[in-house]
């Protein structure tokens, strides 16, 4: 079931998104989750599917890999849709029973599921065009700024780009506690919810004693090596700015006026 | 003046409750003293609990002895302002190849301490390379350490280490969790920095093959130095050896119950080839 989830999972191929800075990408996932919600009409929405089209097809991703994402999150997105249908107050479309539908509701309803459907896309293309690693450094860089009010945000970027290294070390550790207790006789399919839950303590107590002593280790390994925070350090390949990163940040703020004006000037 | 002088230092472990009273006390060690030559290659056995990673850690200011003073290139460890110095100085390779990995990619591990080090961009790619290549880890140097063998990460490890420019590397057991294959691909490398390189190596392990090729041994046991020598001095003393349960090599143990029996051979022999030279020797002399 982890394996469905896209979000966050990077996708590897060569183009012009993936070569793009990271800290364009993540400002401009940001700008268009933004516009998606100045856009309310049905202009500014052709305009906000437009784009999303362009950089689809920019990224060379493809559409099944992005939609098996959506897969995971398709019950949250109908509970929203439903509330918005049975529970906008309005003039009438229809009736029967106790439920009552709408015009009004239809159409949030509508604009929800197109609204949430883009933002989630909008997201994973980002995850997916970007290495873990560059979304970190291009988060750091980016939350620079924020230092001066005290966030810690070199240690920050340091414990997400850990939690990346030793996800899949974890995972596989878990794997082999869970074969370790099957083979002496636990069982962690049967029963109830609660003695479901039961049967995972003898997993997770195992798996955090050793998650504690990894984290111990790290950080001496980490001391022994020099690192005393971000203060002082260098990095080995740190951001640059080039031509394209220019060009994209362009795009994206024409996109967000487009979308303005089609808010101001459109239809619907 | 050596690269490491430890002169006469204690350390104990000291738990407390709950209140911050003391429960117990360890002492981990208990007056050692040791000094260690430019270009040296040491090797530190000892059994479990012997006190070797406890030494190991006051030669890199993780911890500072409680009596007695550690010097590391001439800068005593228990000064703060020495830290990062002396940490730069004395690298330390640890025995879990899986902890001491901070990178999600090879070169980027290796560049980890030079970063910290703050050290020009150029240069730390220009160092991770080199490293990587005296390594002979440089074609995987854009691979997950995930993928790779416990032997491979081990010498990713060292690299991460080398990159610093160190004077001396303090490997902690490092070969313990390998199988025989990385492990003879760590002691390699280790040999090569050693010859190559000039880097003083301070081998702690409880594999007797491996330190056949240190210039100096030093037995420890309950915090204390138990013996000091060359390889061919200790083997030989095969009885307090298995005193202090540690394991013999075979030839050597071999030989050493031949003698007893009569049979005329050198001293301290270590390996399975001396031992059948030996014995050609013997007994052709017969
Ligand atoms: N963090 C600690 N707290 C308390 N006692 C410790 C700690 N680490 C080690 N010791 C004790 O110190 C002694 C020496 O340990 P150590 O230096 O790890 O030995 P070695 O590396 O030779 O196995 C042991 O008796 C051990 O139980
Ligand atoms: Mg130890």
Redesign the pocket.
């Known amino acids: 079931m982890i394996r469905d989830i896209t979000i966050g999972q990077y996708y590897q191929t060569d183009s012009v998104l993936h070569r793009l800075d990271p800290r364009d990408k993540l400002a401009g996932t940001l700008i268009f989750i933004i516009s998606l919600f100045v856009a309310k009409n049905v202009t500014s929405y052709a305009v906000a599917t437009a784009f999303l089209i362009a950089v689809i097809l920019l990224s060379k991703v493809p559409m099944s890999f992005i939609l098996r994402g959506m897969k995971a999150v398709v019950i949250i997105l109908l509970i929203t849709v439903l509330f918005n249908l049975f529970l906008t107050p309005g003039i009438t479309f229809v009736s029967f029973w106790k439920i009552r539908i709408t015009y009004e509701g239809m159409k949030t309803a509508a604009y929800t599921a197109v609204r949430l459907t883009y933002l989630i896309i909008g997201s994973s293309l980002m995850t997916l065009t970007t290495t873990p690693n560059n979304l970190t450094d291009g988060l750091e860089s980016l939350m620079k700024p924020l230092g001066v009010f005290r966030v810690p945000v070199h240690e920050i970027a340091m414990m997400m780009s850990i939690a990346l290294r030793f996800i899949p070390i974890l995972m596989e550790e878990t794997d082999k506690i869970m074969k370790a207790q099957l083979s002496r006789g636990a069982d962690f399919e049967s029963g109830g919810l609660i003695k479901r839950s039961k049967a995972l303590i003898p997993l997770l107590v195992p798996l955090f004693v050793s998650a504690f002593r990894r984290a111990n280790d790290l950080a001496m390994a980490m001391e022994a090596r020099c690192y005393h925070g971000g203060k002082g350090r260098t990095k080995m390949k740190p951001l640059v700015y080039r031509g394209s990163d220019y060009i994209a940040y362009a795009v994206i703020i024409m996109y967000f006026v487009l979308i303005v004006i089609a808010q101001r000037v459109g239809m619907l | 003046m050596g690269i490491v002088e430890i002169d006469n230092i204690a350390y104990e472990?000291i738990?407390r409750d709950e209140e911050g009273n003391v429960e117990g006390i360890?002492r981990?060690i208990d007056g050692i003293s040791l000094d260690i030559k430019k270009g040296e290659f040491i090797s530190i056995l000892?059994g479990?609990?012997?006190?070797?990673?406890?030494?190991a850690k006051q030669i890199n200011a993780i911890l500072y002895p409680c009596e007695g003073t550690v010097y590391v290139d001439g800068k005593d460890t228990s000064d703060e302002e020495n830290i990062w110095d002396i940490r730069q100085s004395a690298g330390m390779v640890f025995q879990n190849p899986d902890n001491q990995i901070i990178g999600s990619v090879v070169e980027e591990d290796v560049g980890f301490g030079p970063e910290n080090m703050g050290i020009p961009t150029p240069e730390i790619i220009e160092r991770v390379n080199e490293a990587l290549k005296t390594l002979r880890m440089y074609e995987y140097r854009k691979h997950s350490p995930n993928r790779l063998s416990g032997g491979q990460k081990q010498r990713v490890a060292i690299a991460g280490v080398v990159a610093m420019h160190p004077k001396c590397i303090i490997m902690d057991e490092s070969t313990a969790m390998l199988d025989p294959i990385g492990r003879k691909e760590v002691i390699r490398a280790a040999r090569a920095l050693n010859d190559v390189e000039k880097v003083t190596i301070i081998l702690i392990t409880h594999y007797m093959e491996e330190t056949i090729y240190s210039d100096r041994i030093v037995v420890?046991d309950k915090?204390r130095v138990a013996m000091t020598g060359t390889p061919k001095e200790i083997f030989s003393r095969v009885d307090e050896l298995k005193k202090l349960r540690l394991s013999v090599p075979q030839s050597t143990a071999l030989a050493y119950e031949l003698k007893k029996r009569g049979v005329r051979l050198g001293e301290g022999i270590l390996s399975g080839k001396e031992l059948v030279t030996a014995l050609c020797r013997s007994y052709a002399t017969m």
Not at chain 2, 48 to 55: A, E
Request: hydrophobic letters at 25%; glycine letters at 26%.
């Open positions: 472990y738990r360890v981990a000892g479990n609990g012997s006190g070797k990673s406890t030494l420890m915090g």
